[in-house]
């Protein structure tokens, strides 16, 4: 295979990737211990939580 030197010199912006914390990792565990239903309402409680984070940033 031959690559095109040129493409091999062409600078690329890196992207931070976020690390994850024990205490996120600990938190993941727990949601994932739970029943199908009370996942789904932390998942609920997550989106208000964020709506409301929205709705105070837009005042």
């Known amino acids: 295979m031959h ?3 040129n ?3 062409t600078p690329y912006d890196l992207i931070e ?3 994850k914390s024990a205490k996120d990792v600990q938190l993941f ?3 994932s211990s739970l029943p199908a239903n ?3 309402e932390v ?3 997550v ?3 964020k709506y409301k984070k929205k709705q105070k940033t837009a005042v």
């Open 17 to 19: 990737v976020p690390t």
């Open 38 to 40: 009370l996942k789904q």
């Open 29 to 31: 565990a727990e949601i």
């Open 3 to 5: 690559w095109d030197q």
């Open 43 to 45: 998942s609920d409680f």
């Open 7 to 9: 493409l091999l010199n």
């Open 47 to 49: 989106a208000f939580l």
